[in-house]
């Protein structure tokens, strides 16, 4: 498979913990990347890798990884992260990239 | 502090041409991996095409043929020639850098976009 799939949208208490998937056959060879964009702006790179964070991205995200399914984990959302999330990885062959469709978030 | 300017956007009917510019200040784009990723309207991200820090370029297919990338090192800017234009090439266009020194896909760094608009 060539396409990585997200939820459409997911919804969580605010200071409750909240997961997004990502699922895909390229994910069992290349760890993915997570973005969160807010209306109107360029995506923000919030985790990648194995579970990296850029400097300046708050310690409640995390990443994680199984088989052919990856994670981003919010510990305690926050009203400023309701956003879209998309992952992201190289596909099979190395040479392309692949986004997930998105999953928009709901901080309630 | 790195920066990304994007322009060149703008309206253009079915199989028109633009040449879109990201303009980079406080790295170099010839020792990055740098790509465009683009988002139609309501849509979400597509990646378009990558160059490679040794010159090396690939491409989405719904693109290929038709988009070139490219960039002037003297310059430090990253380009795009998009030619053949259709209705569903509109969006935001979008340039990033590569965090990693090997081609990665994570992109550290975005600029603010520029709107490409394909209408008769």
């Known amino acids: 498979s060539s396409e990585l799939t997200q939820d459409p949208a997911v919804s969580v208490a605010l200071g409750q913990t909240v997961r997004i998937t990502c699922q895909g056959d390229s994910l069992r060879s290349y760890y993915a990347s997570w973005y969160q964009q807010k209306p109107g702006q360029a995506p923000v790179l919030v985790v990648y890798?194995?579970?990296d964070r850029p400097s300046g991205i708050p310690d409640r995200f995390s990443g994680s990884s199984s088989r052919n399914t990856a994670s981003l984990t919010i510990n305690g959302a926050q009203a400023e992260d309701e956003a879209d999330y998309y992952c992201n990885s190289r596909d099979s062959s190395g040479n392309h990239l692949l986004f997930g469709g998105g999953t928009k978030l709901t901080v309630l | 502090e790195v920066q990304l300017v994007e322009s060149g956007g703008g309206l253009v009917q079915p199989g028109g041409s633009l040449r879109l510019s990201c303009a980079a200040s406080g790295f170099t784009v010839s020792s990055n991996y740098m790509s465009w990723v683009r988002q139609a309207p309501g849509k979400g991200l597509e990646w378009v095409s990558v160059i490679h820090s040794g010159g090396s370029t690939y491409y989405a297919d719904s693109v290929k043929g038709r988009f070139t990338i490219s960039r002037d090192n003297s310059k430090n800017t990253l380009y795009l020639q998009v030619n053949s234009l259709r209705t569903e090439d509109t969006g935001v266009y979008y340039c990033?850098?590569?965090?990693?020194?090997?081609?990665?896909?994570?992109?550290?760094?975005w600029g603010q976009g520029t709107l490409v608009s394909v209408s008769s």
């Open positions: 990033a850098r590569d965090l990693g020194s090997a081609w990665s896909g994570y992109f550290d760094y």
């Open positions: 890798g194995k579970n």
